[in-house]
């Protein structure tokens, strides 16, 4: 999508500027004091960091951190951590933000991101095709959720229920990630051990 845009250099407008410089699964561990040196030089050179925190990354470190100096850990009824009591984006912000000397931060939740940027024409072809099955599944009384089934060679069709469960562990070999880590620098990381 930034390549769709027209960039006013001039005024300060870059591509950079509004590119991301980190992201962070859970499946990869973060090394915090390596990424604050990347993320630093980064800043030097751009004048701000975009990082992408996905939910319930960096949450086994935090968890860690609260423990050592004796900080109670909320857990729900399961005993799973509450990742919105911890908070791991502003935990990370306050972590990173004196490392690389950011004078502010601002922690975005990525559905209100996701909703401020307009659809593309790609976009509008996978909502038009995805509305298309959805009604045609709705007309026939088949339940599901419709999207691209990655089991299926990305075919639009309606995914069970069952296969569409959370928990499932992120993919980390995926070539699309693995190049998209490679395109802003940042190296891949050890699996965490929870994943």
């Not at 909320?74 to 912000?93: R, S």
Request: proline share 6%; net charge negative; charged share 25%.
């Amino acid at each position: 999508m930034l390549d769709e845009i027209t960039w006013l250099p001039e005024f300060g407008l870059t591509r950079n500027h509004r590119d991301i410089h980190a992201v962070f699964v859970p499946e990869l561990e973060i090394d915090i004091a390596d990424e604050a040196s990347r993320l630093s030089n980064v800043m030097d050179q751009v004048g701000n960091v975009n990082i992408f925190l996905s939910e319930g990354a960096g949450v086994d470190s935090i968890v860690e951190k609260m423990r050592s100096s004796g900080e109670a850990i909320p857990l729900d009824p399961f005993g799973h951590v509450k990742i919105d009591k911890i908070n791991p984006g502003e935990w990370f912000a306050n972590q990173f933000a004196p490392m690389i000397k950011a004078e502010k931060v601002l922690v975005q939740k990525s559905g209100y991101f996701a909703r401020s940027a307009p659809a593309n024409a790609a976009d509008r072809k996978l909502i038009q095709d995805c509305a298309v099955v959805a009604v045609q599944a709705a007309l026939a009384g088949i339940s599901g959720l419709v999207g691209p089934d990655d089991d299926q060679g990305g075919l639009i069709r309606v995914c069970e229920f069952q296969r569409v469960a959370g928990g499932k562990p992120f993919d980390t070999e995926q070539i699309w990630f693995e190049q998209l880590l490679s395109q802003i620098g940042q190296p891949k990381g050890k699996p965490a051990k929870t994943h």
